[in-house]
Structures are given as structure tokens and as C-alpha cells.
């Protein structure tokens, strides 16, 4: 479940510890300085917003939807991780570390960067999620990339990785064969406009493909690794149906997904729905079978 980081604390901490109570099993916040048509409406940061949750939960996962290279650098997003990992209960290994490309817009222009080309923000994206990898495994790190530098970059306490997962998101061939040399995928699924529905669940089969395909070439079991879509963006999805939500996340586990991902309905607006959806998908969904 996605909870958008556009409320106090006080209320969050009452939003993320009802997810926990109605037996979900992550809560997800974006990773954005603004975004999109919210962008003059309240917006935290992601971080704080992630130490909120971890205060007020114990079992639920944690994790970002999803942090990118725009506005962030491997260094302090390590630190604010390992941070995030301790406040969260340690050796519980409830964070996930969701990281993507980057697109255009808001992000990518804030801090005066020049605008990336798609095959550039994938190289780019290589060198964060490998920066960021050893960051969390070892206490000190020097690193010279073509976009990233670290000298003498200090982890202490090291070693958070083992409890972080680190699932890498896209939605491109490159970025999704990138995802299967890490813990897991998350996609929003096919980019393309004006799919009809059956367009993009076939879509979405070939992406599944190509990732089973690169986990296979290095060595990997395709099986064992987190995926995760997020069925919001698909077509015909609904904020009222929790039958159209339980036939997509049926075609999302036969498609070999773990988990999908929804967002907290909102009063209106983008994901406008009713919030009582949301103890009917907890009523409703067959424990074990896919996890929300």
C-alpha cells in the first residue's frame, strides 16, 4: 500500500499502523520533492516519512516508491537507509530499498542538472544501485564513477545490506535485466499509451519474460527473487471494485508476481476512491496467496 508523504506525522503514524493492524504486508511512500498535480499541495520528505512508519509499526515492511539519481546521491541515501534500518528493529529486515531511473519533470530539473537521455539514466542508475549496494555492506568505500564519487565514504555500524532489500524498478529491457542482478523488480507495468487492457496485460507478460530470461543468464533462480506491480496506472483498474482488484492481482500472481502494489484511495483527485476498499481487500484477499 502506498501512503503519500502529504500528511503530519500524527496522522501518518495512525495510517501506517492501520495497515500493519489490517494485515498488510508493505507500505510504501514516494520518493519525490513534488509531484506532478500535487505539487502546491503538503509534501514531506520521504525519509522522515519512513521513520514515522517504522516508529509506529513493528512487522510491516517499509519501502521507498521508488528513489532515483535525480536529486539523490549514493552517499547520504546509504546513510539515511542504514539509519532508517535501526529505527525499523535492525536484524527484522523490514526495509526495502526500491530504486529507479529517474524520469523528467520536477526532480530531474531542481537542482540544475542537465537533462538525461533515457539510456543515460540507466547508466546512471547502474552506478547508483552498485554505489549504494557496497555503501551498505562495508564501513568504508571509495568510489569513481561517471556519476558518482565517494572518498572514504563511512558505514558504521556496516553490514545493514544483509537486511535491506534492494529491488530495483523498470519498466525497459535494460533496467529490468538490471533488476535481476538484485533482490527483486517492481514495475508499474507498460508505459505505452492507450493500451487496451488485454494489450497491457500481454505487455506485461514480455517484461516478465525478459526479466525471468536475464535472472536465468546469471545463474539465478527467476522464482526467488520479489516482484512487484503496481496495478493502479493498469487499465480498468478501480478505487471502488475490490473484485476488479482481486481479478488483477489473480493475473499478477499467474504472471509470477509476489506482491502488488495499491495506493491508499485519496478524497479526490489522482487515485480518488473509497478508503473502505481497503478493509475489503483485507477481508477478501486468501492469506499467502499474493501480499499487498
Same mark, same amino acid.
Given at each position: ?21 489490517? $494485515?498488510?504486508?508493505? $507500505? ?17 520528505? #520521504? ?13 510491516? /515492511?517499509?519501502? #521507498? ?53 533515457? /539510456? ?20 568504508? #568505500? ?62 506485461? $507478460? ?49 504472471? $509470477? ?36
Amino acid at each position: 500500500m502506498i501512503i503519500l508523504p502529504q500528511f503530519t506525522a500524527a496522522v501518518l503514524a495512525l495510517r501506517w499502523r492501520s495497515l500493519e493492524d489490517r $494485515g498488510f504486508a508493505h $507500505g510504501w511512500t514516494y520518493d519525490h520533492l513534488a509531484w506532478r498535480e500535487l505539487a502546491e499541495q503538503p509534501w514531506y520528505s #520521504t525519509m522522515s516519512t519512513l521513520t514515522v512508519a517504522a516508529a509506529a509499526t513493528t512487522t510491516l /515492511r517499509l519501502g #521507498t516508491w521508488v528513489s532515483s539519481p535525480n536529486f539523490r546521491h549514493p552517499v547520504p541515501y546509504a546513510k539515511d537507509l542504514m539509519s532508517l534500518d535501526d529505527v525499523a528493529g535492525g536484524d527484522r529486515g523490514r526495509l526495502i530499498a526500491a530504486i529507479g531511473a529517474g524520469g523528467l519533470g520536477w526532480d530531474a530539473a531542481v537542482l540544475g542538472r542537465p537533462e538525461l537521455s533515457p /539510456r543515460h539514466r540507466v547508466d546512471r542508475l547502474t552506478e547508483f544501485a552498485e554505489l549504494t549496494d557496497l555503501l551498505l555492506r562495508q564501513g568504508e #568505500t571509495t568510489w569513481r564513477g561517471q556519476y558518482f564519487v565517494a572518498e572514504r565514504a563511512r558505514m558504521y555500524p556496516a553490514g545493514s545490506r544483509s537486511r535491506i532489500a534492494m529491488v530495483l524498478a523498470g519498466s525497459g529491457a535494460r533496467s529490468i535485466r538490471l533488476a535481476a542482478a538484485y533482490d527483486g523488480w517492481a514495475t508499474t507495468g507498460p508505459t505505452t499509451p492507450d493500451l487496451s487492457a488485454e494489450q497491457w496485460w500481454t505487455g506485461l $507478460g514480455e517484461q516478465v519474460r525478459t526479466f525471468e530470461q536475464a535472472a536465468a543468464d546469471l545463474g539465478r533462480d527467476p522464482a526467488a527473487a520479489e516482484r512487484y506491480l503496481s496495478i493502479d496506472l493498469a487499465p480498468g483498474s478501480s478505487f471502488a471494485d475490490v473484485d476488479v482488484f482481486l481479478r488483477a492481482a489473480a493475473r499478477a500472481r499467474d504472471l $509470477g508476481f509476489t506482491d502488488v502494489v495499491v495506493h491508499w484511495p485519496r478524497a479526490e483527485g489522482i487515485y480518488a476512491g473509497d478508503e473502505a476498499l481497503l478493509d475489503r481487500i483485507a477481508d477478501r484477499l486468501e492469506h499467502g496467496q499474493l501480499r499487498l
